[in-house]
């Protein structure tokens, strides 16, 4: 299953259909790892061009596998191949990120041998390259058969960047082979009920009825397919009745648990999912402002909530850098605010697996001081008693545990209030989950009242 629910076929698509198919998910891959764009945008633009969804979902299973093993299988065709192939040309390159379209298939997907890799060499002269055919077909061949080269190099063999696991040794020892696994993991589909309008319950019912089996999690509203399924050919899509939302991101409004008829600040709010869960949780009589920088994701957000209308409660979105507080803020105080910050997304590796070759550690000092900036601005917006959560997807302590630690050392009226063990690991300054735990992603809260 695609990580947005799409479902991916079991067998491929006929010769040539099956051919130019591999050639897009080789294309998708040029886009990510060589030219540096975002997963998400590119497949965006590429899959609308596939008519049938079980094409769709084929590519997009191929780029994941491809994406999430990068590291391992250049390791592998660096040992089976006597010199790189040529690079000269755009095509050049669609044609040598074949060779890891073809890898994940055998590999990651456990496609039938013999149609990957004949509709991987198909590709390979689709593209007028019949003159590496032959090498195709020889590589390919030879990883069906015996062992393939294993590296010294436990980054390597898992395919994440040195730097992030030299972190992840300092900062979760013992958990490393874990967090590693469930990064490599295909992510698992979670929902949300568009509670109390539509109670998780009947959701489930209607389901099952549809033949979908799901299960509860941690959090109150959720539900996760135990099957592969569209979200959107569910019953009860087209009513706004659930959205997609992983357990740790739904989590992170119970963590904040505003009252009903609070006053809400949700300042870093694309995509949407917590403001749906802020609004249904404040009620007719409560209030929630969003805020998010970029105008397009911001009207993702509108639409979310127009499509959902998950509650009587004012809502407003806005336009800004919510640490801009003189830019946008009215001067009256907020009950509650959460603050899902900008943050590295190592928590969330197996959803977005493009961020192992976009990230770089120099990125995480700039992050956390956009973190801190946040933080700083914000909480002086609560009134007393009211509450703060600091959020993140990240499971560095840098941007956590420790971010919140110099919070409170800096900020003589903010007090840390604990949370429930269902909320993570404790840090000793907010809760850690790691990715998988509960099926969840990784993901850190505090929760940090104005006294």
């Not at 830019?327 to 997304?345: E, K, N, Q, T």
Request: glycine share 8%; net charge neutral.
């Amino acid at each position: 299953m695609s990580a947005d629910g799409r479902a991916h076929p079991a067998a491929p698509a006929p010769t040539r259909a099956g051919a130019a198919l591999r050639a897009e998910a080789a294309r998708v891959l040029v886009a990510v790892l060589d030219d540096g764009r975002s997963l998400k945008t590119v497949l965006a633009e590429v899959l609308p061009r596939w008519n049938d969804p079980r094409d769709r979902g084929l590519i997009e299973a191929i780029v994941f596998a491809a994406l999430r093993h990068e590291r391992r299988y250049a390791f592998v065709l660096s040992r089976w191949l006597s010199r790189p192939l040529p690079v000269v040309s755009a095509k050049d390159r669609v044609v040598a990120r074949l060779l890891l379209v073809g890898l994940s298939q055998l590999d990651a997907l456990g496609l039938a041998p013999h149609a990957a890799v004949g509709a991987t060499v198909d590709a390979v002269k689709l593209l007028g390259r019949e003159g590496l055919a032959g090498l195709f077909n020889a590589v390919l061949r030879k990883a069906t058969r015996g062992a393939w080269p294993v590296s010294t190099s436990p980054a390597i063999q898992t395919s994440h960047p040195d730097w992030l696991l030299a972190r992840l040794e300092v900062d979760w020892p013992g958990r490393v082979e874990a967090i590693l696994a469930a990064n490599n993991a295909e992510a698992p589909v979670w929902l949300r009920a568009n509670a109390p309008r539509v109670p998780r319950e009947a959701l489930a019912r209607r389901w099952a009825d549809a033949g979908v089996a799901s299960e509860p999690g941690v959090a109150a509203d959720s539900l996760r397919l135990l099957e592969r399924a569209n979200p959107a050919l569910l019953p009860g899509y087209d009513e706004g009745a659930f959205h997609v939302q992983d357990l740790a991101a739904q989590l992170a409004v119970e963590a904040l648990a505003p009252a009903p008829g609070a006053r809400v600040l949700d300042a870093c709010a694309a995509p949407g999912g917590k403001t749906l869960g802020l609004l249904a949780a404040v009620g007719a009589a409560g209030e929630v402002l969003a805020l998010d920088v970029d105008a397009r994701r911001l009207e993702r957000v509108r639409s979310l909530v127009a499509w959902a209308q998950p509650s009587g409660a004012h809502f407003e979105a806005r336009v800004a850098d919510a640490a801009n507080v003189p830019a946008w803020h009215d001067g009256s105080p907020f009950d509650a605010i959460l603050v899902d910050s900008p943050c590295s997304a190592t928590g969330i590796l197996r959803r977005q697996p493009d961020i192992k070759s976009h990230r770089r550690e120099t990125d995480i000092g700039p992050l956390a001081a956009t973190q801190g900036r946040l933080l700083d601005a914000l909480f002086p917006l609560l009134r007393p008693g009211g509450r703060l959560l600091y959020a993140t997807c990240s499971v560095l302590r840098e941007e956590n545990d420790a971010q919140v630690a110099a919070f409170l050392a800096r900020t003589p009226a903010a007090r840390l209030v604990p949370l429930e063990a269902r909320f993570g690991l404790d840090t000793g300054h907010g809760r850690q989950r790691l990715p998988g735990d509960d099926g969840g992603d990784g993901f850190f809260y505090a929760l940090i009242e104005r006294a």
